[in-house]
Structures are given as C-alpha cells and as structure tokens.
C-alpha cells in the first residue's frame, strides 16, 4: 500500500520521524495516532499560530474577577398532603334511614344535617318520657313548664307530709289528754293505751311520708334525665356535620336500617392541609417553625404552592433517620387533595456575600475543580470546592480568598506558570499582525477552539453534575 512520503510529514514535525523505516502494520497504527494528536499539539498549523502572537506575547485569554452573590440555603422534601381534622361521622341513634342530603365532594359546614332517621318510635319514646316526668312532678306539687329546672318544694310543703303533720299532732294532743284524764282517775287505762297507740301510729305515718316525698325528689332527676335522653335522640334523628369539610365518602342509603355508631358520612378538611415529610437527622439544627415551604404536585405541573413549617417532631426514626415534619398549606380554591405527593424545598437562610465565580472560569477534571488565577502575566492553577450553582455562578465554598483574577476561556491551554495576554472585553482572541501564517493557522485554531470547546463543555458539565449530586437530599 501507498505510505505518506515526506511531503506529507515534513522532517521538522514528530510525525515524519515515527514513519521512517517502520513495517507498514506500525505505520498505519501510528498515522491514527497522529490524527488523533495533531490538534492538542499543535503540529503544522498550531506552531504557525503560536508564531503569529510572536514572542512573549502569552495566550490571550478573557478574565473575570471574584464575585459575590446572595444565596437561599433549602432543604429538599417530598411528601404526602394530609387533611388536617378528618371526622367519620356517626349516626347515634337507630332507626331507618329516611333521607340522604349530601353527596361525595360536596361541602358542609359545622352543623349541616347529613343524614334524616325516620322519627316516629323516637317521637313515642319522648312523649312517654315526658309523661313519667309530669307525673313525678305533680306528686311534688310542681307546676310550670315541663322542661324547667325549678327545684321541688321543701318537705313540708307538699301535700302527702302535711296530711301526715296534722294527723301526728292530733294523735299528740289525744295523748297528752289521755294521759292527763288518767292522772286524775276520770278515765280508765284502756282508753289511755288507744290514745298511746294512735299518737304512735300518726308519727309513724308521718316518717312514711317524708321517706315517700323524698324518693319522690329523687325520681324527679330520674325522670328529668329520662326526658332529656328521649329529647337528645329525637334531635340525634337528624346527623349533622361536626366540622367544616368537603363529603369524601357517604356509605348508607335511603331506606336501610342502621344501628346506634355506624358511619354514615366522611368529612375531611380541605383548607388548611398539612405536608408531612421526614427531614435527615443532619438538619436537625436548622429546621424551624415558621419556616417557607415551596412545593408542587403532578397535577399541576410546574405551579408553585406554599406554606410553612408548623411542627417539627423532636423524636427521630432510628430506621429511616429521618424526623417529621409538618407544614401548613392554605387551600381556598380547593386544588390541592389531602393524599397528593408533593415535591419541593424548605428554605432555611439566607446567605449574603457568598463567594462566587462564572462558569465558564471553572474547569473540572477527574471530580476535582479547578480555577485558574492571573496575577502578573502568570497562571496559578488553585483546586476550590464547589457549592450550589446559581443561574451561571458557582459558589465557592473553599480555595478563594475573593481578590483574583480568573481566566474564563481557552483553560485548556493553561496550566500554573504559563505566561498569558488579558484580552480587553469583547476584544478577539485571535493573534495580531498574523498574515499569512494566520490565514494558514486558521483552520488549525477553529479545530482546536472546537476541541477546546468540546472540553471546556465537558469540564462545566463534570462541574454541574459534581455539584448537583453533592447537593441532592441535602441543605443547599
């Protein structure tokens, strides 16, 4: 086969010598070899370039100076939406379902009727109830409405112990004439003893009567609460809701029988929800009431809510290591659903004068960033760490003191002692006074500003992913 002859590979270039006197099994291994090399090192075209900048003229590069920016510091979460106060309301007397005034998603407030029980058994149970209590109250001499608390009347007062009084102090007053008569020989002892005997009689009926009237006052509580049960499940005939609320789930129907506590209707609370998430144990020091919340949930796509840290728990989950905590979510338009997944950020601090650097000066290689500082014409290559990258800045968080001068292209050329040309803003790169030996330099620069390119491109994507990955699960 036809091998490169010297004018392809003049004598001046490394590779004319690796093809002299070589099998051409090696030759042809080492013309890919060449190919591959000849754009980083400059082989034909790249030395005509370096001798259009003519002598100690550097590699002109573009700078920047150290900035500063302000940085929100936030925690990743992602979490569930909860209801905050969800009631399964319950029907606390029986009977037959009569009617059904609510359906699913409709909402209610506190106090409006869910569900009607047919009312007449409850109706019979209440006027039999009120009855007993009338009649208790009649015995005590009571009058007035059926449903007044007035207390009963002293003892004495009432009928049955003033028939009592008087028949004991008859029976006394016979006595003690019995007795008297007795005394003086006028009556005889049979007489006496019948008097004796029915003043014992009276105050026995006597005591009968105060034991009767003050059972009688007693059974007026029993009667009164009797009344107010029969009362309470008459109005209990008609659910209603406890709290306010949207019907999540309404599981009985017209017609069927239901016991006392079976759920008739599920309320849950819509506006506001809570986010409960769980947050690693290592920002256990910087979560804190009070704190905004950022989030969003698949059904609306890249829409933005809000809320605020409510409750941290001051117990952590020795399995997951994580803690919980809940935010509060204000909801008036009723998009957000207690159940929805949501993702987002807690936002801690806020960080101002935070060391920062553009893009383009960063250069990563191997997972380790790099920088390069100008000072006196020279380069000095300093490792830095990363931060979290904010539009086309990089924090840096180690390496810089805030004072340099960083070179922002052609970093690829560059390495700690080279000597280089700070270009002016907007002024090219390209060499001056070049001339021939620049037009023919042409196309070895626009190969190698497209592999400078490809590498440049490549360092600030390592530097994006670097960052990225340090920053996922965490505090950034």
């Known amino acids: ?40 090192l400059g082989c034909g075209g790249s030395s005509e370039g370096a001798r259009g900048r003519g002598p100690g003229s550097g590699v002109p590069v573009h700078t920047t100076d150290v900035q500063r920016m302000s940085i929100q510091r936030r925690i990743d979460l992602a979490g569930t ?13 029986s009977g037959v379902v009569r009617r059904v005034l609510v359906e699913i998603g409709q909402e209610v407030g ?25 009649q208790t109250r009649a015995q005590l001499s009571m009058s007035g409405a059926i449903d007044s608390t007035d207390a009963p009347p002293p003892d004495a007062e009432i009928a049955g112990v003033k028939t009592a009084t008087a ?13 008297a008569l007795s005394a003086r020989g006028v009556t005889s002892f049979e007489v006496l003893q019948a008097a004796e005997t029915k003043y014992k009689v009276a105050e026995a009926n006597h005591q009968a009567a ?17 009344y107010s049960l029969a009362l309470k499940q008459l109005d209990d005939a008609v659910v209603r809701a406890p709290i306010a609320g949207v019907v999540s789930e309404r599981p009985v129907q017209v017609g069927e029988y239901i016991g006392a506590r079976t759920v008739v209707v599920t309320i849950v609370q819509m506006s506001p929800l809570k986010l409960r998430t769980g947050v690693q144990e290592r920002h256990a020091g910087v979560v804190e009431p009070g704190q905004p919340v950022q989030f969003r949930v698949e059904a609306f796509g890249d829409r933005l809510f809000n809320g605020k840290v409510a409750y941290v728990s001051p117990a952590l989950d020795q399995t997951m290591r994580t803690f919980t905590v809940e935010a509060v979510v204000d909801n008036p338009d009723r998009l957000l659903k207690p159940g929805f997944f949501a993702k987002g950020v807690i936002l801690t601090r806020l960080d101002t004068e935070v060391l920062a650097v553009p893009d383009p000066a960063v250069s990563v290689l191997a997972g380790v960033a790099s920088v390069y500082a100008i000072k006196d014409g020279s380069v000095t290559q300093q490792e ?10 990089w924090e840096i968080t180690k390496g810089l003191k805030g004072d340099e001068v960083l070179a922002t292209s052609r970093l690829n050329e560059l390495a700690t002692g080279v000597r280089v040309r700070v270009l002016k803003p907007g002024e090219s790169e390209a060499a ?23 590498q440049s491109g490549g360092r600030r994507g390592a530097a994006s992913g670097a960052a990225s990955g340090a920053a996922r699960g965490g505090e950034r």
């Open 1 to 40: 086969m036809d091998l490169p002859g010297r004018s392809a590979f003049p004598p001046a270039c490394p590779s004319y010598r690796a093809f002299h006197g070589r099998p051409a099994r090696q030759v042809l291994a080492l013309v890919a070899a060449a190919a591959a090399l000849s754009a980083p």
């Open 81 to 93: 939406l909860l209801s905050p106060d969800q009631a399964k309301v319950s029907a606390e007397a």
């Open 110 to 134: 506190v106090g409006s009727p869910l569900v009607e029980l047919e009312p007449r058994e409850l109706k019979l149970a209440l006027e039999r109830a009120a009855a007993a209590l009338l």
């Open 167 to 179: 028949n004991l102090d008859d029976a006394r007053s016979g006595y003690e004439r019995a007795k």
């Open 210 to 226: 105060l034991d009767s009237v003050r059972a009688t006052k007693a059974q007026l509580q029993d009667r009164r609460a009797a």
């Open 384 to 393: 830095v760490e990363l931060g979290v990258r904010q539009g086309d800045l």
């Open 432 to 454: 001056p006074g070049a001339g021939a030996a620049g037009e023919r330099g042409a196309g070895g620069g626009r190969q190698g500003g497209a592999a400078s390119g490809r």
